[in-house]
């Protein structure tokens, strides 16, 4: 309970897609805000998107919006991040975190400190 793993991470030129999916072997995360987050080197961790427990609602940074979407299949119970347009300032480490407070279905948050549950981070390096 409470493990997520990223994978999808690599190195990819800029103007280039990828995405980026968040596994919860032996849980279910269908009732929990989920997010992504990300930490460039020699930087702090920032806050990329997040979606709420029904799919219905998002957050988004103002640096990310209109190329990276975030999407989960509850089913699969399985968080997703398509990154397009990459740019060489999105290189970092990605994270995906999960909020298991109980909220209301559309409820999103973009702190860092509402989320209990991190995996371990997946390397995306863009080139130029």
């Known amino acids: 309970q409470g493990q997520l793993v990223e994978s999808g991470g690599g190195l990819v030129q800029a103007g280039r897609s990828l995405r980026l999916s968040c596994a919860t072997p032996?849980?279910?995360?269908?009732?929990?805000?989920l997010g992504w987050f990300r930490q460039p080197p020699g930087n702090g961790r920032e806050f990329i998107t997040a979606?709420?427990?029904?799919?219905?609602?998002?957050a988004v940074a103002d640096s990310v919006k209109g190329r990276f979407t975030i999407s989960r299949d509850n089913a699969k119970n399985t968080l997703y991040l398509q990154m397009n347009s990459l740019k060489t300032k999105g290189t970092a480490i990605y994270y995906c975190?999960?909020?298991?407070?109980?909220?209301?279905?559309?409820?999103?948050?973009?702190?860092?400190?509402?989320?209990?549950?991190w995996g371990q981070g997946t390397l995306v390096t863009v080139s130029s």
């Open positions: 975190a999960a909020d298991r407070a109980i909220h209301s279905a559309d409820h999103v948050t973009a702190r860092p400190r509402d989320y209990d549950y």
């Open positions: 032996g849980g279910t995360f269908s009732n929990y805000v």
């Open positions: 979606i709420s427990a029904s799919g219905t609602n998002t």
